[in-house]
């Protein structure tokens, strides 16, 4: 599982390494895959191969009745792309993906278990602000799934 949160920086070619606490648990329990990136409202966000594939499963059942559902799905699986990781431990952000995000130099890597997402350093400063402000009732509605 993916925990902790990181600041790196891109390089111009949209080029970033990704966390070794993060590289570990790619090459532990990923085998050393590659990564698929998609955009989230407000960042990207990172899966391991094995990770998007249970998503893509999942996400295949969606009706297509449903309009709302059938909009995210279209954001967020249009936007998907492979990724792999290089010699080096980094990988190569396409434009489109930078752009949408707001990534232009400064970043920060944030676990979420499975997955980790890409922020601007700026931005994620201020939805962190915005969470602590209002993390009681936030913290409601997790409770529901026994966290």
Same mark, same amino acid.
């Given at each position: 599982?993916?925990?902790?949160? %990181?600041?790196?920086?891109? *390089? @111009? &070619?949209?080029? =970033?390494? +990704?966390? !070794?606490?993060?590289?570990? /648990?790619?090459? @532990?329990? %990923? ?13 990207? =966000? ?7 594939? @249970? ?6 059942? +969606? $009706? ?9 799905? @279209?954001?967020? /699986?249009?936007? !998907?792309?492979?990724? $792999? ?12 993906? #930078?752009?949408?995000?707001?990534? *232009? &130099?400064? /970043?920060?890597?944030? !676990?979420?278990?499975? #997955?980790?997402?890409?922020? *601007?350093?700026? #931005?994620?400063?201020?939805?962190? &602000? ?8 936030? !913290?409601?509605? =997790?409770?529901? %799934?026994? =966290?």
């Amino acid at each position: 599982m993916f925990t902790g949160r %990181y600041d790196h920086t891109i *390089d @111009r &070619k949209g080029r =970033v390494a +990704i966390p !070794a606490k993060f590289r570990d /648990v790619i090459t @532990r329990e %990923y085998d050393s895959g590659p990564l698929v990136i998609t955009n989230l409202e407000k960042c990207l =966000v990172l899966l391991p191969l094995r990770e998007w594939s @249970r998503t893509q499963e999942r996400a295949s059942q +969606i $009706p297509l009745s449903n309009a709302e559902a059938q909009d995210w799905l @279209r954001f967020f /699986v249009s936007g !998907a792309v492979e990724c $792999p990781i290089d010699r080096q431990g980094r990988i190569l952000i396409p434009p489109t993906l #930078r752009e949408h995000a707001g990534l *232009d &130099k400064q /970043v920060i890597f944030a !676990a979420m278990l499975t #997955r980790f997402e890409i922020w *601007d350093k700026g #931005r994620f400063q201020q939805e962190l &602000k915005k969470t602590g402000s209002n993390f009681a009732s936030i !913290a409601g509605a =997790v409770e529901k %799934y026994g =966290v």
